[in-house]
């Protein structure tokens, strides 16, 4: 189902409509990205495993054909990273989201 234009946020993510229309129509409960430090275990938890699982198997690459970027690469905006140019810069996204499940995982843990 495609999301009207008012529902995307161009600098990438939803707005806060958008997240209340996909609550309507789904269900789902759907937070804003979490944009600062991940300082806290959820923020860990949440920043962490949006960004390994958008950008685990980058398909589609980062730059559409008129050289902007696409709609995944944006949504690395919405969570407070730097928008990604090229596949391996979504890769280390992913790799880095890795890292903060693993970090998140260390201190429920201890």
Request: aromatic letters at 6%.
């Amino acid at each position: 189902m495609p999301i009207a234009k008012r529902l995307k946020d161009p600098k990438g993510g939803l707005t806060s409509a958008g997240r209340a229309f996909y609550a309507r129509t789904e269900g789902a409960n759907l937070k804003p990205g979490v944009k600062g430090a991940a300082d806290t275990p959820e923020k860990m938890r949440r920043k962490g495993s949006f960004l390994t699982r958008m950008f685990s198997n980058p398909t589609g690459g980062a730059v559409k054909p008129n050289g902007k970027p696409t709609r995944r690469a944006l949504s690395a905006a919405a969570w407070g990273e730097p928008v990604p140019r090229t596949t391996s810069a979504m890769v280390r996204l992913a790799a880095k989201g890795r890292a903060m499940l693993e970090r998140y995982k260390r201190m429920k843990n201890a």
